[in-house]
């Protein structure tokens, strides 16, 4: 079973115990213990998480491969989008990626996402990489947030500031000229998958 790591550690970053009511919108943080029916939602959004990781850096590589990191900018821009909403419709639940440090301003958290995603900012990074986190709401929602460290394939547009090539420089500043998603190193935690599961 997929369980909740270091779930009350993180919570605690910012004041909420686990098993205790999220002041945003009626959001439970859980612990490792899951019940057998979010067990089950669990699943649901690792395996969405999966699908939607595995069919967007699939399209990246390609890109990269034949096109070089500039061009492929816009992949993630317009391709990713897509990819998501088809995950969407086809895992009947909602899914998407954010950051503390945004590139693209449409990838904000949602609502109970967005005060654990800046806490997770201030927490030590060994801390984060294998630390998803659930939540629950009373009317059977599970919500989900699982860290994405950054690859090398993506280091290229995400990397250390002075090490991202001047063409790349170039193409976040027309694509993204409120960019905040550079200066991270390899297996860095550059942001969060999200997934919110409804009722079964």
Request: charged share 20%; proline share 5%; net charge neutral.
């Amino acid at each position: 079973m997929r369980t909740t790591l270091l779930a009350c550690l993180l919570a605690g970053a910012l004041g909420i115990g686990c098993g205790r009511p999220d002041e945003g919108g009626g959001w439970t943080v859980l612990g490792e213990q899951l019940s057998d029916a979010q067990t089950k939602q669990s699943d649901q959004a690792y395996d969405a998480r999966d699908e939607l990781f595995a069919t967007l850096f699939a399209r990246l590589k390609v890109s990269l491969q034949e096109h070089g990191a500039a061009a492929s900018i816009d992949v993630c821009k317009s391709a990713a989008p897509k990819i998501a909403a088809a995950m969407n419709t086809k895992h009947d639940l909602k899914i998407g990626r954010t950051s503390f440090r945004l590139r693209n301003q449409g990838n904000a958290a949602p609502a109970w996402a967005h005060a654990h995603v800046e806490a997770f900012a201030k927490a030590p990074a060994e801390a984060l990489a294998n630390a998803p986190m659930h939540l629950s709401h009373a009317d059977g929602r599970l919500a989900v947030l699982l860290p994405i460290r950054l690859m090398s394939g993506c280091a290229a547009c995400h990397g250390p500031t002075d090490q991202i090539a001047p063409e790349v420089h170039a193409a976040l500043a027309e694509h993204y000229p409120t960019d905040k998603a550079t200066g991270f190193r390899i297996g860095d935690v550059r942001g969060w998958f999200w997934v919110e599961v409804p009722a079964r």
